[in-house]
């Protein structure tokens, strides 16, 4: 049963508040996702405060083009669905997770990055990245390295002259 006009026209309007509202959107493929997977995934981006959304590329390309965005869109092949959130990392990261444990069955397409289109290879450097406490943890790793290198110097030459 094909969608009404009035209901396309709902759609492109969540789609368009869904960009604008967002500071980073992922363009997800998700081809061979099974239902179960896709409630898991759903689940997981929302314990992170990530939307998804699936919804026709004729419909997104519409709401995309009334948006704003600087920059060249990328390719959309294949089923097309947005994870979206005002977190600058958490849609991407929450999909490349994803992805690593459903090989072939997700896949970051690109995304807009603060406003700007970026490619699939932007999205996925953005996704490598930490969280904010792994990084504070290899911050005070690598302050505690040379103050534990001195200690076990110290404790070396103590254990000598004993």
Do not use: C, W
């Amino acid at each position: 049963m094909p969608i009404t006009k009035d209901k396309k026209i709902e759609i492109v309007k969540n789609l368009e508040k869904y960009l604008t509202d967002s500071k980073s959107v992922v363009f997800v493929n998700f081809h061979g996702l099974t239902v179960g997977d896709a409630s898991a995934l759903r689940r997981s981006l929302r314990k992170e405060g990530v939307g998804y959304t699936v919804a026709k590329k004729s419909l997104i390309k519409r709401a995309l083009g009334t948006s704003s965005i600087k920059g060249d869109m990328p390719e959309m092949l294949g089923e097309l669905s947005l994870a979206f959130s005002a977190d600058l990392l958490a849609p991407a990261r929450g999909i490349y997770e994803f992805e690593k444990k459903l090989a072939g069955k997700v896949s970051i397409m690109g995304g807009v990055f603060l406003g700007e289109y970026k490619s699939k290879e932007e999205m996925v450097a953005m996704a490598s990245i930490p969280s904010m406490q792994v990084l504070r943890g290899m911050f005070v790793n690598i302050i505690n390295s040379p103050i534990q290198r001195m200690v076990i110097a110290l404790n070396q030459i103590a254990e000598k002259k004993a």
